[in-house]
């Protein structure tokens, strides 16, 4: 039974580890997405906001991101009558060498976009 735990055991081991990881990776994508979605909303309703927008979206996002694994890259485009906020995350620093040839986490995550209609703040 001894040899059969050795066999087994890092397919078990790297299947459970392999879970944990995928499931951080899934809380951090979330996260993500849940400050675009807030930025989107916040400038939808201010639009003096578009002015700093680089450094006024990066707070929003150090205080909704805990996990500062990826570094945002926001663009934000009056469209109309609604704003496109459109973020792309690059990954910052390194990771272990069999984590960057797999290329897992990604790079960089793409395509974390929201447009929200750009609602009129005088009183009427």
Do not use: C
């Not at 990776?25 to 400038?43: G, I, L, T």
């Amino acid at each position: 039974s001894a040899v059969e735990f050795a066999l087994m055991a890092p397919m078990i081991f790297l299947l459970i580890f392999g879970m944990i990881y995928s499931g951080i990776m899934f809380m951090e994508y979330m996260h993500y997405s849940n400050a675009v979605r807030k930025a989107a909303r916040v400038v939808a309703l201010d639009k003096e906001t578009l002015a700093e927008e680089k450094a006024w979206l990066k707070e929003i996002w150090e205080q909704e991101v805990s996990v500062t694994l990826y570094e945002p890259n926001p663009e934000i485009i009056e469209d109309g009558e609604d704003i496109v906020v459109t973020v792309t995350f690059v990954r910052v620093g390194s990771l272990p060498l069999i984590l960057d040839k797999l290329d897992f986490p990604p790079a960089t995550i793409k395509g974390l976009n929201y447009r929200m209609r750009i609602e009129d703040s005088t009183t009427t």
